[in-house]
């Protein structure tokens, strides 16, 4: 199995970041699958050499810092799928850098040999700082596409940038119903742990106005792709809704969904829990 892992590392200035990347790095050194990196920073120092002494795989790489916005998942993935058209891979990832896979997760994706035009994903985050099991996120997407699907992709993605924080899941995720996508929640059979990054001072103020400019975008696309408004008034209780199907249910993720419901309802109601 061949996969074009496409990635953002954080600043390693700081101790925690370089911790937790490594340790991401290495989940990924596997006998089962074929991993090559497709990395696109935006200024950051050092990465480079940090992925060759923790990684054994082939690793494409660009570094080119951009005035106007820190990151760019937009600019990531796109750089990816063009990188993905040359190549003969059976998948194009996107995640963070801040997960840790379980020795065998490749290997069980191998195994189940699901077809073309399918997206797995990881829902909700198994968290390694919360004992709750219901914690919203969606941080790797595995899409099994074809060269044409991908330039739709990069299509959208110009259209439609996402810079720095925002909502790249939900668009993401839109990409299983513009292109008519089987959608699996490998949650049902493997694990993929998220780690708590470190987050400057006073962060969350630039996170919630990029989250709305990011918003502003992605509503166009919603309108334009006639795609249903949930996916920006209903968030991650629309895209659990839309994993809901038996094939992706387990005694895990009954209950999980039980409780998120009990959460939806609360939540509606404005009551604290």
Excluded at 11 to 28: A, E, P, R, T, V
Excluded at 237 to 258: D, G, Q, S
Aim: charged fraction near 25%; glycine fraction near 2%.
């Amino acid at each position: 199995m061949k996969i074009l892992l496409a990635t953002t590392f954080r600043d390693l200035g700081n101790k925690q970041n370089k911790i937790i990347q490594k340790k991401f790095l290495h989940s990924l050194n596997n006998n089962y699958a074929n991993i090559d990196l497709a990395v696109r920073q935006f200024g950051e120092k050092n990465i480079k050499k940090f992925i060759k002494s923790n990684y054994k795989g082939r690793v494409f790489f660009q570094n080119n810092k951009h005035s106007n916005f820190k990151w760019s998942h937009s600019v990531l993935f796109d750089y990816a799928l063009k990188i993905f058209e040359k190549n003969n891979y059976d998948y194009v990832v996107w995640c963070s850098s801040d997960l840790f896979f379980e020795k065998d997760l490749f290997k069980k994706i191998e195994s189940l040999k699901f077809k073309k035009n399918t997206m797995l994903t990881f829902f909700p985050n198994l968290s390694n700082y919360k004992n709750s099991i219901v914690e919203f996120g969606l941080d790797i997407f595995f899409f099994s596409i074809n060269n044409k699907q991908s330039n739709k992709i990069r299509m959208l993605l110009k259209r439609y940038p996402n810079y720095n924080w925002g909502i790249f899941e939900n668009f993401l995720f839109s990409l299983s119903d513009i292109l008519n996508m089987k959608i699996i929640n490998i949650r049902k059979f493997a694990k993929i742990s998220k780690f708590n990054n470190y987050r400057p001072i006073n962060y969350r103020q630039d996170q919630i106005n990029s989250w709305q400019n990011n918003q502003k975008i992605f509503k166009e696309m919603i309108y334009e792709n006639n795609l249903s408004n949930l996916y920006i008034k209903g968030s991650m209780y629309y895209l659990a809704y839309k994993m809901l199907t038996p094939n992706n249910l387990n005694f895990e993720l009954v209950k999980i969904y039980f409780l998120l419901a009990i959460k939806f309802i609360f939540r509606n109601f404005k009551i604290n829990i």
